[in-house]
Structure formats: structure tokens, C-alpha cells
């Protein structure tokens, strides 16, 4: 079992940036890949950035230039910086491990999100 407790939301103008935190149980480099997904009411969950344990990282277009998604091993923690926000990037974020236990099972985890807030 992993626990991901996320942190960091709040309310930011356009323009501005936050970053946001997730603390993992267990060590980030036994997660396969780690990610942040966002969700805004009445829409899918929908991914915003990965990392693989290799370092390996894929961006949503919309975030690519304005995010970066980063570990710390020492803290088992995962980031998401998040810079340049617009009022579009209003959602509830949340971090996911995947953990594959064998070529044919995995397993994955959420974290219970938090919220951000892009508005003047």
C-alpha cells in the first residue's frame, strides 16, 4: 500500500506560479512512474505530467513550457512547479503511482488532491 499526500494548492493570480508537493510512504524510486492529473468539475481526470524512476518525463501539451515535474529521493517526494498559470489551469490536482509488479499487474494509488485557484 502507498499513501501520496499532496500539498501546496491554493489561490494564485494569472500569471503567477505555485508549486505543488506530493510525500510518498514509500520511496519514490520504487514507483514506476509517478504523475500529476488534474480534474475540474463535469470533465475527465486528465494527465498533466509524468516521470518515470529512469527520470524519463512527458508533459500535457497544455503544460509543456510552463510545468516541471521533479523528485526528491531523500524526501520521497514528487513536484509539480507550475508556472505562468491561467485561469484555465483551475482544477483539482492529484498525484498517482503506478507500480508494476509483474509485465501483466499493476498496481496504482492516488493521492486525495488539492486545489488550485487561477483567478484575478
Known amino acids: 500500500q502507498v499513501q501520496l499526500v499532496e500539498s501546496g494548492g491554493g489561490l494564485v493570480q494569472p500569471g503567477g506560479s505555485l508549486r505543488l508537493s506530493c510525500a510518498a510512504s514509500?520511496?519514490?524510486?520504487?514507483?514506476?512512474?509517478m504523475g500529476w492529473f488534474r480534474q475540474t468539475p463535469g470533465r475527465q481526470r486528465e494527465m498533466v505530467a509524468l516521470m518515470r524512476n529512469d527520470g524519463l518525463t512527458n508533459y500535457a501539451a497544455s503544460a509543456k513550457g510552463r510545468f516541471t515535474i521533479s523528485g526528491d529521493n531523500a524526501k520521497n517526494t514528487v513536484y509539480l512547479q507550475m508556472n505562468s498559470l491561467k485561469p484555465e489551469d483551475t482544477a483539482d490536482y492529484y498525484c498517482?503511482?503506478?507500480?508494476?509488479?509483474?509485465?501483466?499487474?499493476?498496481?496504482?494509488?492516488w493521492g486525495q488532491g488539492t486545489q488550485v485557484t487561477v483567478s484575478s
Open positions: 498517482n503511482a503506478l507500480i508494476y509488479d509483474s509485465i501483466s499487474s499493476h498496481r496504482e494509488y
Open positions: 514509500v520511496s519514490i524510486r520504487s514507483i514506476n512512474t
